[in-house]
């Protein structure tokens, strides 16, 4: 790619910078960061140990972040055990899957 | 073209990643990705093997592999598949005068979050922009980076600059040559 175009695209991200206030600036960040709030399932038989005997069907949580995106398509364990693996679903849902 | 990385971890990391690829460090202080030592010249392999274990021995030392069943030094070779154009080169000097004026003008008004995750935002931030700005995504970002304290230089004056780092954000340009536990370390 010509780098003029990356350069010309550079310039535009900073006048379009300088147009924002600092509360659309972070509102911005934080939805890069988080984008939707999705939903995780999890299944409470399976992950009697992670759920530490909690009745939780299903939890609430942002997608997208650090914490939850680390987790995807990696073992979890918790408490010395292997719990399961976290698949994507679609972009708003996560599974987590016996191990 | 081809570039060459080299990749420090722990044995137990390399084990995984051979059994299941490489994963993206989601904070980093050049943002989102898997991070290789660059070379692209044979004779110069033992300097970014070097490079490998010196991050090595400065990850142990902070602890990162504190819960690692096997904490011996391994370097991961690799090959990278990649086309020119698919690098955003941060070594660019235009791109990176605009990157550090991006930078200046957001950073401060991030609130919250430890500073090393700020700037990994920052990096992320800058890029995703800029791909979705012009219809492209880049595969991997040159950048050049510190060596690590331990590393003991190639020349004894340091006329070469920083080393090149590559942060891989397509996994698929990665292609796995050897790994290399050296128990010495």
């Keep these: ?99 | 073209m081809i570039i060459k990385g080299t990749h420090g971890t722990c044995s137990s990391n390399a084990d995984s990643i051979r059994a299941n690829g490489f994963t993206c460090s989601k904070v980093a202080l050049r943002g989102e990705g898997v991070y290789f030592w660059g070379y692209m010249s044979d004779e110069l392999e033992i300097y970014a093997r070097d490079l490998a274990i010196a991050w090595w021995r400065f990850a142990k030392k902070r602890g990162d592999y504190a819960n690692m069943a096997n904490q011996n030094c391994s370097v991961i070779f690799v090959h990278l598949n990649v086309e020119d154009q698919d690098i955003l080169d941060f070594e660019d000097q235009q791109i990176r005068e605009k990157f550090i004026i991006f930078y200046q003008k957001v950073f401060e008004k991030f609130e919250g979050k430890s500073e090393i995750e700020k700037i990994s935002d920052t990096y992320n931030r800058f890029v995703n922009k800029l791909e979705k700005s012009i219809g492209k995504t880049f595969s991997m970002l040159h950048v050049k980076v510190q060596a690590p304290k331990r590393y003991e230089k190639m020349l004894p004056i340091d006329i070469t600059g920083q080393p090149s780092c590559y942060v891989v954000r397509d996994l698929e340009c990665i292609e796995i040559n050897k790994f290399e536990e050296n128990k010495n370390e």
Excluded: C, W
Aim: proline residues 1%; charged residues 25%; without cysteine.
């Design chain 1, 1 to 99: 790619m010509n780098n003029q175009i990356i350069l010309d695209a550079i310039d535009d991200m900073l006048n379009e910078l300088d147009l924002m206030s600092d509360e659309e600036l972070q509102a911005e960040y934080e939805n890069l960061n988080y984008g939707q709030i999705g939903r995780v399932f999890i299944e409470a038989e399976e992950f009697f140990a992670f759920l530490l005997n909690e009745s939780i069907e299903e939890y609430t949580i942002l997608v997208n972040n650090s914490s939850i995106g680390s987790y995807i398509g990696n073992p979890i364990e918790t408490h010395g055990g292997l719990i399961g693996k976290e698949t994507l679903v679609n972009d708003d849902v996560h599974k987590l899957l016996a191990a």
